[in-house]
């Protein structure tokens, strides 16, 4: 299935970026091994907002972001996460779950919850969209892609089907 959505999205005039992904040009699909270079790039130029959409979320990650993400937190522009409730979850999971939810509490980043989204992006500046299949607060070994693209009218929308404008 992995292969196919790739196929498809190069039929589409998308490429997968495998070197160079910090001179990398706008609408590239990056796997989970070099997507975050360019994305933190684009958190660290961000001026008004960044919205983080990962409904799973896990300690490890979350701090591996936030420590990625330190100087966009000193430099007061707002982070939202948005992730489902620890409800959503088996009992086992809740004590990693506060756990990661208490990092983000700690450094200010606001948190959201939706019931059962699925969905999995991030939008810098209500311009840049990353979307695809990887949680940016848990993601792991899984061969899972996220697609940059700079329009706003696309962050918009996504912005409006999790109910955040």
């Not at 990650?61 to 966009?72: F, P, Q």
């Not at 208490?102 to 969209?129: M, T, W």
């Not at 899972?144 to 409006?160: D, Q």
Request: proline share 4%.
């Amino acid at each position: 299935m992995y292969r196919k959505r790739l196929n498809g999205y190069a039929a589409m005039g998308y490429k997968i970026k495998s070197d160079d992904v910090l001179d990398a040009p706008l609408d590239i699909i990056y796997d989970k091994d070099n997507f975050l270079p360019v994305f933190i790039r684009d958190c660290l130029a961000a001026r008004q907002e960044i919205v983080l959409v990962s409904p799973f979320i896990r300690p490890r990650r979350t701090r591996l972001m936030l420590e990625h993400l330190d100087a966009v937190l000193r430099s007061a522009v707002p982070i939202t996460v948005v992730t489902r409730p620890k409800e959503d979850f088996p009992d086992k999971d809740h004590l990693g779950m506060q756990k990661a939810l208490d990092l983000l509490k700690e450094k200010g980043v606001h948190i959201r919850f939706r019931s059962r989204i699925h969905q999995k992006f991030a939008i810098i500046d209500q311009r840049i969209v990353w979307y695809g299949s990887i949680n940016l607060l848990s993601y792991g070994s899984a061969e899972e892609s996220m697609m940059r693209i700079e329009r706003s009218n696309v962050a918009v929308e996504l912005l409006k089907s999790i109910e955040i404008s």
